[in-house]
């Protein structure tokens, strides 16, 4: 059993996220965490699980456009070119038993929208089940930092999608 985290990130929280998360992950299965620009074209078929995340930019995942917008605004940003939108855009559909769950940060406030639900609903377009419904991970402001306590409940919410995948893995080839 192994596990994919593929991560977009401009200022290093939806990174740090990514992971707790792939550490959460590890009690269960291996778990490589890739940033977008250096994930596969096509999901190997050796992963059980694909754990998808990225920043909310717009109400939604990032645009090439948002992404640029940002990069005029810190000389360090993490995913510049790729970014989840078109990374999943650019996966085939396909059957599969791999389980998906997708996650985002956003930034404290009422009305921002979710980078995860988007993901979480392009992932079931393409034929992915979905072990959890989207979850996000607040930070304090556009930049960040991380609100008090999210790598925490990112560990711990990495690690719950893992034993619940490893678990159903684990009765279907003993059954």
Do not use: C, K
């Amino acid at each position: 059993m192994r596990a994919l985290v593929v991560y977009e990130s401009m200022f290093g929280n939806t990174q740090a996220i990514a992971q707790e998360i792939g550490d959460g992950i590890e009690a269960s299965m291996h778990a490589d965490v890739v940033e977008v620009g250096a994930a596969p074209d096509i999901v190997p078929r050796d992963v059980t699980l694909l754990v998808v995340g990225g920043p909310t930019h717009a109400f939604s995942m990032s645009w090439p456009s948002t992404r640029r917008d940002v990069a005029g605004r810190s000389p360090r940003i993490i995913s510049r070119e790729r970014g989840i939108r078109e990374w999943l855009g650019a996966l085939p559909s396909l059957m599969t038993t791999t389980e998906a769950a997708a996650f985002d940060t956003r930034a404290i406030s009422r009305a921002t929208g979710s980078a995860a639900r988007a993901a979480s609903r392009r992932l079931a377009r393409l034929g992915y089940p979905l072990v959890s419904g989207p979850t996000s991970f607040r930070v304090a402001g556009v930049t960040g930092p991380l609100a008090g306590g999210e790598l925490g409940r990112a560990r711990a919410w990495g690690r719950s999608v893992g034993v619940e995948v490893a678990a159903r893995q684990l009765s279907s080839t003993t059954s």
